[in-house]
């Protein structure tokens, strides 16, 4: 049983470049969470994502962006990058709605904005 | 973005040695969860807290709901050195609209052998 799985691993872009990272979520997970992790310290809650619509927001920008599709799986776009917006990016994934708190988080994916 | 003040920050112990670590918050929380993160690898989930003053075990690991909602503790007994890891308390507040998680700034913790 594949637990949440993220892609790519490792992204290194420019300033004001865009990105697009990756989540598929835990076999039988039907909501799928973003979160910001900067050096030293503890994840940021991006987003949220239950039958593919956005149900709430952290303090993030609109450069910050998702999507949801059918099969559960999601995706992360950030524009106009800044240097700050070098960080690990988590997925995260839960069962039977938007209300569970038992995440499952995927390894991440590391962004390095140059 | 909110963070939860966790303390201490972190702690070089040897093995065998108990650990204790608490977590609090300004906010009342409704459910508490404590996590591990190793090097290259997103949170674990070790112990899941609902109740203020519930007391819940995982082998070697316990934690508590603090009686005012606002602040959670985690002991490890006997450490070994397979529990080095960075422990993130997190919390999910009271009539939140999703699942939605703030985190602790986390606790690292070294053990040698």
């Known amino acids: 049983d594949a637990g949440v799985t993220q892609s790519p691993t490792h992204l290194i872009k420019t300033r004001g470049q865009q990105v697009t990272l990756r989540c598929s979520p835990k076999?039988?997970?039907?909501?799928v969470s973003w979160y910001q992790q900067a050096l030293g310290q503890g994840p940021q809650f991006i987003f949220q994502y239950y039958e593919e619509e956005e149900r709430q927001r952290g303090n993030f920008p609109d450069r910050f962006s998702g999507h949801q599709f059918p099969n559960y799986s999601s995706e992360l776009n950030v524009n106009a990058l800044l240097l700050g917006d070098s960080a690990l990016y988590l997925c995260?994934?839960?069962?039977?709605?938007?209300?569970?708190?038992?995440?499952?988080f995927g390894s991440g994916t590391q962004l390095s904005v140059l | 973005g909110q963070q939860l003040n966790q303390s201490p920050q972190s702690m070089f112990i040897q093995e065998g040695e108990d650990v204790s670590m608490n977590c609090t918050s300004s906010?009342?929380?409704?459910?508490w969860l404590w996590y591990k993160q190793e090097p290259g690898e997103g949170p674990v989930l070790l112990i899941a807290?609902?109740?203020?003053?519930e007391l819940t075990s995982n082998g070697r690991l316990t934690a508590q709901f603090g009686i005012t909602r606002k602040d959670s503790f985690l002991n490890i007994s006997a450490s070994i050195p397979s529990d080095v890891g960075i422990y993130f308390c997190a919390g999910q507040l009271l009539g939140g609209a999703t699942n939605k998680l703030i985190f602790g700034t986390g606790t690292l913790l070294a053990v040698q052998p």
């Open positions: 076999s039988g997970h039907d909501t």
């Open positions: 906010s009342i929380f409704n459910t």
């Open positions: 807290l609902y109740k203020a003053g």
């Open positions: 995260a994934s839960s069962s039977l709605g938007p209300f569970n708190e038992k995440l499952f």
